[in-house]
């Protein structure tokens, strides 16, 4: 099967107090890719999570999980979907082995004590597997969260938010476990406020506000079209205007002359290269200067733009 | 059908129940044995055996307090197990997974009215301690108290779906399956009372329920078994209409 893995048309939902939380999305999975979902708080991450695991009933349009339509087809699908809800959410009074064999049993497979081992040692779980969950640390026990969505080996895997309220080294720790969850085939979708994380994990991104899905492209081509390289060199002695040699590169004088700002480039590095071809032609024209200072738009810019309603820029 | 998804939720819901197994089972023998020993033997020695079919009071009121251990414990199971997930927001996995209706129920109020058992078979032990009681027809109390338990098991449900809180949750058992169940004839026969009381009680359905489970025991009763079968029944197949509705339009469990 070479289509989407996960295929919304038209998805729009409405709560009950009038809340347009998603407005007519499309959007393809493909099968193995992991897909970051961005945007601000109240967006409608949530809810388009929820919408294709069966915890909201869409207002229109249809969704169809590998191949199938999830409203019809709801028991085949849903075994081969695995959800790590926003907040913690369990049996307190539980024991970690047990809650993550009743997850798996739910979803209408048999006890494997070989899965429930690999699946508690790979979220390093195994020594506390007969602790109450409520004995674990917060972080510990997102991880429960973690195991019981993985307890029955799902294909596509929904992450809502699974590095909120986690401390740096966990969170490394997590996209290790993700990257390594994709390594073996697991489609994910996992939504963040951390664009960090997106930017070091996804392949994809997806950017949403106000139930409305702005942009859908790969990362990489995100950032080439609208990452952008800023320069700033304070020069040695005030310049009336730019040197003809100089005039094929985005760059402009300010502060009376005293500093030459560079704003250009893609994503791709072009930025750096030419900045560097500046500060060439800078020497070789004995034109000197004191500091050099430079920064790549990260695509938290870019979001953050798009979101407030502005272009990335002229690309 | 999923029902392996079934199985694993019963099972939770028992293993849930052993882990305070002591409390569950403590408190409805305890108050069992009390109304045994203040009713059954002070006051009950002092009665009129021919008001009772000839049996002592103690044994009269046997299954009346059965009756009232498994409408509570049913009730209270099954409306707790369905709104602590509804509460912590763990209920998100159960409306994730491949579970429909059908496991739902076997998984929840399966759990919530073999629980009940339980008790009910422990009270049983338990009043033979304190009096001299024997059953008329085994297998027909034992299906019923089976269908009983089901009955209010389906109750429970429906109310912890619509509980928002756990005063709701409460407040119905309190104050209205007890009341009815002390006055529909726990503690006496109907033939006791004046009338209009008489004709008052008989508007009570849980009255029927216990002159049912009364005759099972004593095999006579107040309303022919026939009467109370068909209300016991009634009231399943109303409450298995509910939830299947419920289920339909997802009310109280989807957005
Ligand atoms: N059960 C609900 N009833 C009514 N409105 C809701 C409900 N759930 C969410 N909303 C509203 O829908 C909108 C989208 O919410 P959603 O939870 O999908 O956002 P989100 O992108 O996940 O936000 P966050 O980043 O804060 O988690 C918000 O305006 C929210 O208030
Ligand atoms: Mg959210």
New binding site residues.
Partial sequence: MDGPILELRGLSKT???G?R?LDSVDLDIRRGEIFALL?P???????LIGAVCGLVRPTEGTIRAFGEDVKSHWRSVRRRIGLVP?ELAFDMFARVDHSVEYSRGMFGYPPNKARLEEVLRSLSLWDKREVKIRELSGGMKRRVMIAKALSHDPELLFLDEPTAGVDVELRRDMWRQIGALRDQGTTIILTT?YIEEAQEMADRVGVINKGKLLLVDDKDAIMAKLGRTEARIILGAPMSELPPALGEFPLSLEDEGRTLRYRGGDGTGKGKREIAEVLRLLVRQDIMFEEVDTRESTLEDIVVDLVDGREGGAA | MNLRGAIAIFTNELLRFFRTAFGSILSPVLTTSLYLVVFGAAIGSRMDPSQFGGSTYGAFIVPGLIMLTLLSESTSNASFGIYMPRFTGAIYELLSAPVGVFETLVGFVGAAAMKSLIIAGIIMLTAMLFVDYSVAHPFYAAGYIVLVASAFALFGFILGLWADGFEKLQIVPLLILTPLTFLGGTFYSIKMLAEPWRTVAQFNPIFYLISGLRWTFMGGSDVPIGLSLACTVGFVVLCVGVIGFIFRTGWRLR?
């Fill in positions: 709560y009950k107090g809340v939380a945007g708080n109240g967006a409608g991450k949530t809810t926003q406020h | 957005e």
